[in-house]
């Protein structure tokens, strides 16, 4: 319970900020602050992955891209054509489809989005897995190049499918009803709600996360950070705790990618661009690593400023920049610059000595 | 497949393969002095072929050719004195994202320094058109010239290596940082130099490869990470093994795209990228034995 009234000063924040805003009349703020809160979703996965495992990911816009990709093209792509093929007629008669009319008036035999999103973040999950076995058993380099060389190879095969639109991405992606009356989409007159709608699900998990860290397998994860062999010897099954913290990460970036692409009505092939990883890796970086709160904050700042456009065509620079920055000269994190109380002090990623 | 297409595909593979290499081995000099895997490899070759196309319309190719190799190396310089040569023992992850960082930083100047079109250097002997017959297949007198620089390279390279006291300083450090600071060699500046001389062989194959494979300011990422597949590939720090497992990984690739759709040339050599990190991370020709002590 004391983490749920840690996490209401927040809630007070937000909505503080959806207030605010209507007061102004500026609400349009709320459109990138919803899209900013998606991507912080992923991003505090990442964290604790990177941060509390000590794995380095730079293929997570790969997972967001699979999320996303497959909820769209399975929302999206017409069935009506193969209606007669028996998987399609399994899953009408499972009432996993819906159907309705194009913009041109014409039959539409589509995926019932929540069908749709479990499939995708089950997809995420197998993939995760599957590549997770035999990647976390690399480490430093060979770890960072082999999650590198899964997100470019999820970006060429977007690139290069013509189901998932090649360089166009899918457009006219439905909205997502997740609960009745609480309408994942893009409309203005919905972006009030939107906005809880995300923030509740990016608080929710943090709240999980919060909860897992210090948890003993928060705990696990700690000690495999500090010594993979310190704990292997205490008993810490190392790589069911790595490949665990992986598929979790991976799942949020899935349901980050899933919501995203039904609030924006679309998705792109970009989304699954190595800058996108390296994106996510500098923000986590610039929160401190093992600081779940830190990866929050500086997830929303940062993704709010670059979709406000505040950085012009200088975007992918500025995170380069922070990136290098933060690493010379503060590696723990852009809050271990300010002098703080030492009982508040959060699990360093300490730099090891590597050298002899 | 008939003789002439089997010969076409395979020059193809030795051209890219050639490319692969000396980025491989640029990564070998930095891995080898320094411990660290520099992901900025690439961006030297984009430069190498960036600088020299904007330096020849003011001189003549050789020239330009020259002074962008030197260019490249001197930002190579600059680089490792600005952000790396002042850190005391950084770890693994940190070193990883700085040089990420470097990266980003290099390509995004690139793109506003040059744009987002796509250049190229004129061919070096005749032109588009001009070929040479090799059993029946034509091959451009460009392939030649790339795999001439790339043999040539590789030897001064090894002699550099064996017989001048700089490369054998430079040896020293690699083996043993502590015995070398005993006998008076300053690794600091090994590290600097080692940058600088993968720097200046990136160059000069973004240079010789610019006619052929046309110069953009995003080919350094795709580079890198093939760059990086062959070095384990050969064995990490192993030069021999890279030019071997260079050629390989060109020809594999070569041969692919007759039978998986181009758009997948990429994600093959990837895809043997990640089989060999799971089966095999010693490389082919690497020893386990002598992985196991590294610092990874």
Same mark, same amino acid.
């Given at each position: ?23 102004m ?11 900013a ?48 093929e ?28 929540w ?14 897995i ?20 899964f ?13 998932? %639109?090649? $360089? ?9 009803? !997740? @609960?009745?009356? #609480?309408?994942? =989409? +893009? ?42 062999e ?11 705790f790595k490949?665990?913290?992986?598929v ?39 929160? %401190?690593? $093992? ?9 929303? !700042? @940062?993704?709010? #400023?670059?979709? =406000? +456009? ?10 380069g ?36 | 497949m ?13 051209t890219?393969?050639?490319i692969y ?14 411990g660290?895997i520099?992901f ?42 600005v ?17 990420i960082?470097?990266?980003i ?35 451009s ?22 017989t ?21 060699i ?9 940058f600088?001389?993968?720097?200046g ?8 490869m ?36 260079g ?50």
């Amino acid at each position: 319970m004391k983490r749920l009234y840690a996490i209401l000063p927040l809630l007070g924040v937000v909505v503080l900020i959806q207030m605010l805003t209507t007061w102004m009349g500026t609400q349009f703020y709320l459109t990138q602050m919803t899209m900013a809160a998606y991507y912080s979703l992923l991003i505090i996965g990442l964290c604790v992955l990177m941060g509390y495992a000590g794995q380095i990911s730079l293929g997570h816009a790969g997972f967001f891209a699979i999320g996303g990709y497959l909820s769209a093209a399975l929302t999206t792509r017409n069935l009506m054509p193969y209606r007669e093929e028996w998987l399609v007629r399994l899953l009408d008669s499972g009432g996993l489809l819906q159907s309705g009319k194009d913009m041109y008036g014409s039959d539409l035999l589509v995926v019932w989005p929540w069908a749709a999103a479990l499939f995708a973040v089950l997809m995420a999950a197998l993939i995760a897995i599957l590549i997770g076995i035999p990647v976390l058993k690399l480490k430093g380099h060979y770890l960072a190049m082999a999650t590198l060389g899964f997100g470019i190879i999820i970006y060429r095969l977007v690139l290069a499918t013509p189901w998932f %639109g090649e $360089a166009d991405g899918i457009s006219g992606v439905p909205p997502f009803e !997740l @609960l009745p009356g #609480l309408v994942v =989409r +893009g409309d203005v007159s919905g972006r009030v709600q939107n906005y809880y709608i995300a923030w509740g699900m990016l608080l929710f998990g943090l709240f999980l996360l919060l909860n897992l860290i210090n948890s003993r397998i928060g705990r696990a994860l700690r000690a495999i950070h500090g010594s993979e062999e310190a704990a292997d010897a205490m008993g810490v099954n190392i790589s069911r705790f790595k490949l665990q913290t992986f598929v979790l990460s991976a799942v949020f970036a899935a349901i980050a990618g899933i919501l995203l692409t039904h609030f924006n009505g679309g998705i792109g092939p970009s989304e699954a661009g190595v800058m996108k990883s390296v994106r996510y890796v500098a923000i986590v970086a610039v929160g %401190g690593m $093992a600081h779940l709160w830190g990866a929050l904050i500086m997830g929303v !700042l @940062l993704n709010f #400023l670059s979709l =406000r +456009g505040v950085f012009g065509s200088y975007d992918d620079a500025v995170f380069g920049l922070i990136l290098i920055l933060i690493m010379l000269f503060a590696p723990n994190g852009i809050l271990t610059l300010l002098p703080r109380k030492k009982d508040q002090a959060p699990v360093q990623a300490a730099p090891k000595d590597e050298e002899a | 497949m008939t003789t002439e297409l089997f010969v076409q595909y395979l020059f193809a593979g030795i051209t890219y393969g050639s490319i692969y290499a000396i980025v491989a081995i640029g990564f070998n000099i930095i891995y080898n002095t320094t411990g660290i895997i520099n992901f900025a490899q690439g961006e030297f070759v984009m430069l190498g072929g960036m600088i020299s196309v904007s330096l020849l319309p003011y001189m003549p190719l050789p020239l330009a050719i020259g002074l962008a190799v030197l260019i490249t190396m001197a930002v190579g310089a600059l680089i490792e004195i600005v952000f790396i040569r002042w850190l005391t023992s950084p770890s693994v992850l940190r070193m990883i994202i700085i040089t990420i960082g470097i990266s980003i930083l290099t390509r995004e100047a690139a793109v506003h320094i040059w744009g987002e079109s796509i250049r190229s250097l004129p061919y070096f002997a005749g032109n588009e058109i001009t070929t040479i017959g090799v059993l029946g297949a034509r091959i451009s007198p460009q392939v030649l010239w790339v795999v001439g620089v790339c043999g040539v390279m590789v030897c001064t390279l090894h002699l550099f290596f064996k017989t001048t006291s700089v490369g054998r300083e430079m040896r020293a450090c690699a083996a043993n940082r502590t015995a070398a600071i005993l006998c008076g060699i300053n690794p600091r500046n090994m590290v600097t130099f080692s940058f600088v001389l993968s720097a200046g062989m990136g160059a000069l194959a973004g240079c010789v490869m610019s006619p052929i494979t046309y110069t953009q300011y995003d080919i350094g990422t795709g580079l890198a990470i093939k760059g990086f597949t062959v070095a384990i590939l050969g064995g990490l720090g192993n030069s021999g093994g890279a030019v071997a497992a260079g050629l390989l990984l060109g020809i594999i690739e070569a041969f692919s795209i007759s039978v998986v759709p181009l758009a997948f040339k990429d994600a093959i050599s990837i895809a043997i990228l990640l089989v060999i990190l799971f089966v095999r991370p010693h490389g082919l020709f690497g020893s386990g034995e002598a992985a196991r002590l590294k610092a990874f």
